[in-house]
Structures are given as structure tokens and as C-alpha cells.
């Protein structure tokens, strides 16, 4: 679930075409879990943090490939 959320977020800021949105994304990802791993007395792991940043750029990758996919078979 974490990384369809992920992805789905990345596809989101990748549509917004702002440097400043995606970059924004891309850092407050690691704040969060960082605050999820500060904030519970149990111990967390990293794993999910891995998953949610491999699906945020996934989900740019994807965004990308059909910009460029339309653009050559002239949807847009």
C-alpha cells in the first residue's frame, strides 16, 4: 500500500511540473518516516521508507514514459 500511495503521490507532483513541488515531495517523504520512527516506543523499520522512495520515483518515471508515449503517437 505504501508504495501504490507513493506512486500515486510522485505521478501528483510530476503533473504539478514544478521543480519546487516534486523536490518538496521528495524531502518531506523521509521527514515523515523519520517522525515515525522518532515519535513510537517501538522499534520501526527502514524498509518502508525504501518502498515509499523507490515508488515516488516509479511513479515520476511513469509520468515521463507516458508524456512521451502521447507525444509521439499525438494525443495530447
Known sequence: MIFLSTM????????????????????LIPLVFVMALILPPAPASLLPLATAVIGFNIGLVDLLLVLFACRKAHVL
Do not use: D, Q
Request: aromatic fraction near 4%.
Open 8 to 27: 500515486a503521490i510522485g505521478i501528483a507532483a510530476g503533473m504539478t511540473r514544478s521543480a519546487f513541488a516534486i523536490a518538496l515531495v521528495a524531502l
